[in-house]
């Protein structure tokens, strides 16, 4: 299930950077800036990588489910 919005944490709302790193995997991926937005914005939940200071977010791309992982300052 979703988590409401008021639920996310406060990072949810800043401006998303794209690294060298994204944009690799992003062609590796097959997927665009434009879809990755679209992911991020239609995301229905998120939990604590294992990786100290990342994030999983759940979401949907081409009617299939993706994790994408971001960091956090």
């Not at 097959?30 to 939990?47: K, P, W, Y």
Request: hydrophobic content about 35%; aromatic content about 12%; overall charge positive.
């Amino acid at each position: 299930m979703a988590k409401r919005k008021k639920e996310w944490p406060l990072w949810w709302e800043w401006e998303l950077d794209l690294w060298t790193h994204l944009e690799e995997r992003m062609e590796d991926r097959s997927f665009t800036e434009v879809e990755l937005r679209r992911m991020m914005e239609t995301a229905t939940g998120f939990r604590r990588a294992r990786r100290r200071g990342r994030w999983v977010i759940k979401t949907k791309h081409k009617g299939k489910r993706w994790e994408v992982v971001v960091p956090t300052p």
